[in-house]
């Protein structure tokens, strides 16, 4: 391939049920850039899993050809930053590059994994034009749910790549801060080849509503609210936390923060000016009962029900130093992301029955999305008017509702392609097409401090222990004659009560004796065999459950 | 007490998160009835809990001086009536009071338990009146998601309790039986005195859609599709599956029906003449090769993503004689219970990668709710004109929402109370007031054959098995000099891969020599125990997880 002429390669990276969203790999011949190394959460069914990470096997394994220049971030949300200490331990020495939070946000992250010294973090801003290898990329500006949130323009000879990044049109931010029309519109001029877009509310008819009416509905609280407020929200929704703390400002309350994440996330953001709150009305909260209830707002972690979180410790009692007071107002500020409905629900519902009034969306106005719904998304299509599409960042259903809105809005049908992660999309001057080639776009199980070293099949393990338990015997034979000795030992978990249970422990014993008398014969190893699928039988027959069943037979 | 002036009392039984949904009882002195005997879905924290069902000990243990004169079902759905089994078991002989299409989908239940002749079903149609024991009630009819819907009005000495069943106003039904406006409209100008009134969808603003939205929805569906039409809904909604069948007929396709309970339900209906489908536009699952793919509709089970149901058997290609085709039109006709999310969208995504075209709400109007929305609430609250209102039929976070719209509507705050399941309600000439007695509200577990036989702590070690495994040891010792013999076997499930972790092995059976090697002078009991924290304390050092840990020590 002549210089002119360079082989492009875009493969998303990463993904347990949503696609193109945690990590993206672009090539110009080998040179590769990376954009988000994000983390994913476990679904429910991922039994004992803490984290996913993005499976860049593919990065590894080529890097010695591929040369990577640098790791570019869209903003500094976990699911596109959380997995950077992964990412920069295996590549080391890329440097990363991204705006002034999520740079501080990233730089915590690598300070806590000691791998600070391993890479350098690069700073730009929103609109700066940045050289990476060969790679010349426009940054703009976006609204989302964060501050200093970007999407990327790649310069390539077949035309311009677009990636949104996260993004809604909030044509009245918090912060003042727009999203860059004028930047869009210039790179569409140029002549844009794909636009890779944020497919998060594709099935979502309409415009996201701006954060301003989330102040509304924050206004009238603290004109109503007569005791303490408390509100839960994503630790990393700076925007929000400013307009509490400006509400705060306004009805002369103190606001005290709650949460180890929220406690970082705070000092770090205020840190670098993208917070502002005046040392005068924040409050440690070991100090807040020296405040009136009401001139107080506590800001929280647990929006999404999580066990250890504030929320589900006030609402279960479980606080080191705070308990829910009758008269609270206790607002969930956010989103309840897929899966976490029940926890969500049951949090409420006990905040409820301790006296609080809760106030979440749809009781009233306190939360709005930070993704783009489907007119923001033909408006971003008709903006950039780019050739091709991609939907990326979303599960399967959500990037075909987006192809949908994409062919609305005129992208010719066969120049939109769903795809999956791992799936290598190639373009040249013809331009892009999806290939036959995979490479691993799956994920890695985090799980305490292993990386990878669990997988499917210790999984399926704990879902048959998750559902009916285990039993185990131990029994010990004369190992001349093969005859029992004593009693057998019976051992159970997440089966039933053996102490409410003497029939079956009675069952169970005369299945052993039965067994070891009739296998006298047999090795140890069909013995066992023998025992255990005899036992599963007796389990099942009187119990209709299938615990695992494991024995053990001493011939010492 | 005078038999003017008996002692009012009603009590709501058994819930796990939904308040007085299940199971109600209401007394007159010594007389009682119970309206609904239904069962609950474990939520996913009940780890391998099959189902729920009311606690109804209070039942059996008043029993002797309590006549319970009879059951009355509002309508056949599961959580109404899928505990008729067990209740009828426990108050043999006890009449159940139920409309056509209940009465048919309860004696299948009580003839699959062989309890048929334990009891007598008594058939009454939506506006008879009932004599029950000295109980007079009226009953009313309702539009819900299931025909043959009913409430109660109840006859007592202090004025008309009005239970509302699981209901809409859907003013253009399907089977064209409307609400009973008028019969609500006479017991309200004989003065009510309480109104139990569902709370399902008291956070949802404005009137739930009438079933004839969904109507247009599928005629759309039905008129574009040029391939087969599958569409997944709840077994027991009737009314749906008579439309289908009627579009079916209207667009000349055929019809068939799969998944167990769908094919059951749908026999039961057709056979009370409360489901019309003919005989010549329904074809078996096994004949359905010989029909054209545009000639075909499908319906199925299976629409809550539940693993062994058609709808994710046909997603994972696992279903025995179905397959999706390209070109195949499917739609998920149904709301997404709370809990069920994750596996919906699953269910989803598979379908879309299968090659099907998946249509569902909010895509395209192919589902409205059965429980009224807010203004519908409100109507029901003017209509009836209750002195008291408690709301029941929802989780505590509903009962609140709609606790506010009944003060909105008029009702004195003071005369509103929020419940919890087994707190007793008590009216007389005076009103009606909350008590401070609490009779058991909760729940029990039907885990395999086993009805109550495990409980929270069963449920606890199958949380941490879930979550980390367990590891076992088996030591064999010397009973004279307390020394190891050979090696220690180490079973372990749900863990790590022990062939992946040599090292840890190593460290194990280093840990097991040394205990063992110490702890020669304690008894057995003191040596595991010992061992077992030891080895806690590697795992946890070596892993950070917290699997369990167990030993033997065999001294034999």
Redesign the interface.
């Known amino acids: 391939m002549s210089k002119q002429q360079p082989k492009l390669r875009i493969i998303p990276l990463g993904g347990a049920?949503e696609i193109g969203k945690n990590m993206t790999v672009v090539e110009m011949d080998d040179d590769a850039i990376i954009i988000d190394t994000g983390v994913m959460f476990p679904?429910?069914?991922m039994?004992?899993v803490d984290l996913i990470i993005p499976d860049f096997r593919y990065l590894t394994e080529r890097n010695k050809k591929l040369k990577i220049h640098g790791i570019l971030y869209t903003h500094g949300h976990e699911d596109h930053t959380g997995a950077a200490p992964y990412v920069v331990d295996a590549l080391r020495g890329v440097p990363l590059h991204a705006t002034p939070l999520t740079a501080a946000l990233l730089e915590v992250k690598l300070r806590d994994a000691h791998l600070l010294n391993e890479t350098k973090i690069n700073i730009f801003h929103p609109g700066d034009m940045l050289q990476i290898g060969p790679f010349k990329i426009e940054s703009f500006h976006m609204t989302h749910s964060i501050p200093d949130c970007v999407g990327f323009g790649i310069n390539t000879p077949y035309g311009m790549i677009i990636h949104s990044g996260d993004y809604k049109f909030d044509n009245t931010p918090i912060d003042g801060k727009k999203p860059d029309y004028a930047k869009l519109g210039e790179l569409s001029q140029r002549g844009v080849l794909l636009l890779l877009g944020d497919s998060t509310n594709a099935?979502?008819?309409g415009w996201t509503a701006s954060e301003q009416v989330v102040v509304r509905g924050f206004d009238d609280i603290f004109r109503q609210a007569k005791e303490r407020i408390i509100v839960a929200t994503f630790a990393s929704h700076i925007s929000r936390i400013q307009m509490i703390a400006d509400m705060a400002a306004k009805y002369k309350r103190k606001i005290a923060i709650a949460g180890h994440s929220m406690t970082e996330n705070v000092k770090t953001a205020r840190k670098i000016g993208l917070l502002n709150i005046p040392d005068e009305i924040l409050v440690e909260l070991n100090r807040i009962n020296h405040i009136l209830p009401s001139q107080l707002v506590i800001v929280a972690t647990g929006s999404q029900g999580e066990p250890s979180a504030v929320l589900s410790r006030l609402a279960n009692g479980q606080h080191r130093s705070l308990d829910v007071m009758a008269g609270d107002t206790i607002v969930v500020s956010a989103h309840t992301i897929?899966?976490n409905?029940?926890m969500v629900?049951?949090t409420?519902?006990h905040l409820?029955?301790r006296g609080a009034e809760?106030i979440?969306d749809?009781?009233a106005p306190v939360h709005v999305s930070g993704h783009a719904s489907q007119e923001e998304m033909k408006l971003l299509i008709n903006l950039t008017n780019p050739r091709f599409f991609v939907p990326i960042h979303g599960?399967?259903?959500h990037l075909?509702?987006h192809a949908r809105l994409a062919a609305l809005s005129g992208v010719a049908p066969k120049n939109i392609f769903v795809i999956e992660n791992g799936m290598v999309l190639e373009a040249d001057k013809n331009g892009v097409r999806p290939t036959n080639e995979r490479v691993p776009g799956g994920y890695v199980f985090v799980?305490?401090?292993?990386v990878g070293?669990?997988?499917r099949?210790?999984i399926r393990?704990?879902?048959?222990?998750?559902?009916?338990?285990?039993l185990?015997v131990?029994v010990?034979v004369n190992p001349d004659s093969g005859k029992v000795?004593?009693e057998p030992?019976i051992?159970t978990?997440?089966?039933?009560?053996l102490r409410?249970?003497d029939d079956l422990i009675e069952s169970i014993k005369r299945t052993v004796y039965d067994i070891m008398e009739q296998s006298r014969a047999l090795r140890n190893g069909q013995r066992r065999e023998k025992l255990q699928e005899s036992l599963s039988r007796l389990l099942f027959n009187?119990?209709?459950?299938r615990p695992?069943v494991?024995s053990?037979i001493?011939e010492?």
Do not use: C, H
């Open positions: 049920g679904s429910n069914d039994l004992g099935e979502r008819p897929p899966g409905e029940e629900s049951r409420i519902n409820f029955q809760v979440y749809p009781i599960e399967l259903r075909k509702a799980d305490g401090s292993g070293d669990i997988g099949a210790v393990d704990r879902e048959v222990l998750a559902r009916d338990g285990f185990m131990v010990n000795i004593g030992e051992i978990r997440g089966f039933v009560y409410d249970a009187e119990t209709k459950r695992m494991f053990v001493n010492n």
